[in-house]
């Protein structure tokens, strides 16, 4: 697992999310290989994400999920996502812009937990998801 290569102009596009408390930030290249990470608190990503602590720094942002070629962030209720979105673009762009670390690469990797058969509401979800 290691950090994409990035080249040419960055775009960070917000997106709406089925959850009003989400929203994610679509990006036009890679940013990592491999599976995505979920920082669902600051000492999660403290212990291996760059930019996930940079992310955490905003007032009210209560995770991080970190894909191949986007970010989606999470927020406390009661913030308002007209002020947070562009804060929050500013900040992976810059983040990427300046070259530095989406993932440690000396950052523990979580243990894949054991999977058990979706049931049919979980493949519904899953098959909205992908759409």
Not at 10 to 31: G, H, M, W, Y
Not at 46 to 67: K, N, T
Request: net charge negative; aromatic share 6%.
């Amino acid at each position: 697992m290691s950090t994409a290569p990035v080249a040419g102009n960055l775009q960070v596009i917000p997106e709406d999310t089925p959850n009003p408390l989400s929203n994610k930030f679509c990006l036009n290249r890679n940013i990592l290989e491999g599976p995505g990470h979920d920082f669902p608190n600051f000492e999660a990503a403290a212990a291996a994400s760059p930019l996930a602590r940079e992310l955490f720094m905003i007032p009210g942002v209560s995770g991080v999920y970190v894909g191949p070629n986007f970010v989606t962030v999470s927020v406390l209720p009661g913030n308002n996502w007209w002020t947070l979105r562009s804060l929050i673009a500013q900040a992976i762009s810059s983040h990427i812009n300046a070259g530095q670390p989406v993932i440690d690469k000396n950052a523990p990797v979580a243990p894949a937990l054991p999977q058990k058969p979706l049931t049919e509401v979980e493949l519904g979800i899953m098959r909205v998801l992908e759409t």
